[in-house]
């Protein structure tokens, strides 16, 4: 009698969405049509999230040299115990960022030293620390997992980062409907978490890409609950370029600082936002 399933299917019956909210399943997935079948006993092909473990994906708690990694980015030990950060154990050099919802493991996106990224395969696109903004009224949204972690030494855990680059520069394009919007797909997974938030402080990075992550989260989050970060001068001719950055050279009380004076999101172009429906 629980209502814990949420189905769309668009009007021409080519696509259908689904997820189970229930605390203990979140099974979610994507139904299209055969471009080939009619609408009658069409075939499905149909894509699932399966059910993941630590174990499955070759994981292990973080060793010696990634904890020393972190140290000189100024992430504790407690952070990364408390963020479920891990390494794969065949490649003790590879970072593991793994994506939680309702404490289950969902996905999981890789790091190595050199800065080599890559996602586990066939899972489900979400904010990374999204058990973290379950009803809060403010949330932080960065641009990389680090920097998440960077947000919490500096006192706040009410923050999420979005699981992939930013944009090379903002659309000129309306926004589109939500299943063609799979760049930021991610959204729209977290939108039952995001619907429930009043103020939205955007920490991107500096970079002319991450700015215009700022602009294409705010055109979909709506820019009326919209703050945005300014990053500090680091010489005459730079800027600090995200929030790690600025707690190894600053610290976390210049870090939280900057949050606490984010300043209203100006806006650019008038665009439509994610409805809440």
């Known amino acids: 009698m629980v209502r814990s399933l949420s189905l769309h299917i668009i009007q021409d019956g080519s696509l259908g969405m689904w997820r189970c909210f229930h605390t203990e399943c979140g099974w979610a997935g994507q139904s299209f049509a055969d471009s080939m079948a009619a609408y009658n006993g069409v075939t499905k092909k149909v894509k699932s999230f399966e059910q993941m473990s630590e174990e499955s994906l070759g994981l292990e708690p973080l060793g010696a040299k990634l904890i020393a990694y972190f140290g000189e980015r100024m992430i504790s030990e407690e952070t990364l115990r408390r963020n479920a950060v891990m390494q794969m154990s065949n490649d ?9 919802r309702n404490g289950q493991l969902v996905g999981c996106k890789y790091r190595t030293i050199g800065k080599k990224f890559w996602q586990e395969k066939g899972t489900e ?8 903004i379950n009803d809060v009224p403010e949330i932080i949204i960065v641009e990389g997992e680090l920097d998440k972690l960077s947000l919490e030494e500096a006192g706040f855990r009410n923050c999420v ?96 600082k900057l949050i606490e004076d984010a300043e209203i999101y100006q806006p650019h172009v008038a665009n439509h936002v994610m409805s809440s429906t």
């Open 92 to 100: 003790k050099n590879v970072i593991a960022f793994t994506y939680r």
């Open 125 to 132: 696109k979400i904010l990374y620390g999204l058990d973290d």
């Open 161 to 256: 980062s979005v699981p992939g680059g930013a944009p090379g520069k903002v659309s000129t394009k309306e926004l589109p409907s939500f299943e063609k919007d799979t760049a930021f797909q991610f959204l729209w997974n977290c939108k039952e978490n995001l619907n429930k938030v009043s103020r939205i402080i955007l920490a991107t990075d500096g970079d002319t890409s991450g700015q215009a992550l700022a602009e294409e989260l705010a055109r979909r989050l709506g820019r009326e609950r919209c703050w945005q970060v300014h990053w500090p001068k680091k010489d005459e001719s730079s800027c600090f370029k995200d929030a790690n950055e600025v707690l190894k050279c600053m610290g976390p009380a210049a870090l939280k």
